[in-house]
């Protein structure tokens, strides 16, 4: 017997990201969960990407998600849609190697 898994509960929708750092993003996901379009904001206006999801439900309403960009830039958020917040972990090479950034955001549902 084959089992469906659920749709993650942001599947179909659009957030507004609001990063700690100042950084924001248009985030829409595709109807099955898999993909996600991101649109820079403010001053990474112009700058977007089509991306391909790993999901992970790890709690009600809370889900691990992450990609790789072309750039090399990988993303990992864990995002609770309870109380429309993200803990995102970057890396991207800087100077001197490997950096990687953790940091906190809020989600506004736009869609």
Do not use: C
Not at 61 to 88: A, C, K, N, P
């Amino acid at each position: 017997m084959t089992e469906t898994a659920a749709l993650p509960g942001f599947a179909g929708r659009t957030y507004l990201f609001q990063v700690d750092n100042g950084a924001a993003f248009r985030n829409a996901y595709s109807a099955d969960g898999k993909r996600l379009r991101w649109e820079g904001l403010g001053e990474s206006a112009g700058q977007w990407e089509d991306v391909s999801l790993h999901v992970a439900q790890v709690g009600p309403q809370v889900y691990f998600v992450s990609w790789t960009e072309q750039s090399g830039i990988t993303v990992s958020h864990v995002m609770d849609l309870g109380t429309l917040t993200v803990r995102v972990f970057w890396t991207y090479e800087g100077e001197g190697g490997r950096v990687g950034e953790l940091h906190t955001g809020t989600l506004e549902q736009v869609v």
